[in-house]
Structure formats: C-alpha cells, structure tokens
C-alpha cells in the first residue's frame, strides 16, 4: 500500500513482470538440463512431497494441476527419461507412488540450487510489495 492507502501498482506491475520473467528463466534452465519444464515440475512435485515412499498419481495431478491422464503421460515420459519410477503399494496394487530415480534426485538437487539462487534476487522485490504486512524472511533457505 502507498501512504494514501491506494495499492501499489508499479510495485506489483514490477513484482508481476518479475515472476513471468522467473517463470521463463526457470524454462530455460530445465531445457538447459535436458528436462522439459513439466518435468521439472514432476521432479520437485516428488521430491517435495512430505511421504518418504513417494507421492501417489493423484496426488501429483492435484500438485501439477493436471487431470489424471495427462499426469500419467508425464510420468511415462520421465519414466522413459530415467527420472522417475513408479512403485506400486505391496497390499493395494492400484495404489502406485512415484519416485526419484538417481539421475531424477540429480536433476532436481542441481535445479533447485539455480532456483534458490535465483529466487533470493527476488526477495526484496516482494518485501517492497509487501511492505509492512509481511514481517519475516522467505522460506528459502
């Protein structure tokens, strides 16, 4: 907010040109590491996701915003790649939870550094457009 209370528009026109530019660099850089950027995506879906046995198929449409079969396609084409494999549950063999493969915990350690690099130049600019209102550091570390 300005002094006059009005919102701060060239702060969030700024903030907002920032974050598609973050969104383009992020694509560069996943081609940059032979990945596509929905790969990308997958890869830090499953690594972040708070289960040590993997993420099911479902939970990872709903983390990619994806309907079902367009994230098994994802799936499948990282599974080609050697990113990930699927493992189905040992009781329920229709529950199936998707890991990293070696090369995917690669792929995703070596990415997330670049974007924690990246995403700190970003800080000031959002504590500006926050002002005030937001009272503590980004969860980037």
């Given at each position: 907010?300005?002094?006059?209370?009005?919102?701060?528009?060239?702060?969030?026109?700024?903030?907002?040109?920032?974050?598609?530019?973050?969104?383009?660099?992020?694509?560069?850089?996943?081609?940059?590491?032979?990945?596509?950027?929905?790969?990308?995506q997958l890869l830090l879906a499953v690594k972040?996701?708070?289960?040590?046995?993997?993420?099911?198929?479902?939970?990872?449409?709903?983390?990619?915003?994806?309907?079902?079969?367009?994230?098994?396609?994802?799936?499948?084409?990282?599974?080609?790649?050697?990113?990930?494999?699927?493992?189905?549950?040992?009781?329920?063999?229709?529950?199936?939870?998707?890991?990293?493969?070696?090369a995917g915990e690669s792929a995703i350690a070596?990415?997330?550094?670049?974007?924690?690099?990246?995403?700190?130049?970003?800080?000031?600019?959002?504590?500006?457009?926050?002002?005030?209102?937001?009272?503590?550091?980004?969860?980037?570390?």
């Open positions: 907010m300005t002094t006059t209370g009005e919102p701060d528009y060239p702060a969030l026109l700024a903030f907002r040109t920032a974050l598609r530019r973050f969104h383009r660099w992020s694509e560069q850089q996943a081609e940059a590491a032979g990945l596509t950027a929905a790969q990308h972040g996701h708070d289960n040590p046995r993997g993420p099911t198929i479902g939970e990872l449409a709903q983390y990619l915003l994806l309907r079902h079969h367009s994230t098994v396609e994802l799936i499948n084409r990282a599974q080609a790649a050697g990113l990930v494999d699927r493992v189905k549950h040992e009781t329920d063999g229709r529950v199936v939870r998707v890991q990293l493969t070696a070596n990415l997330t550094q670049l974007h924690m690099d990246e995403l700190r130049q970003l800080e000031p600019l959002l504590r500006h457009v926050v002002g005030e209102t937001y009272d503590g550091a980004l969860p980037l570390h």
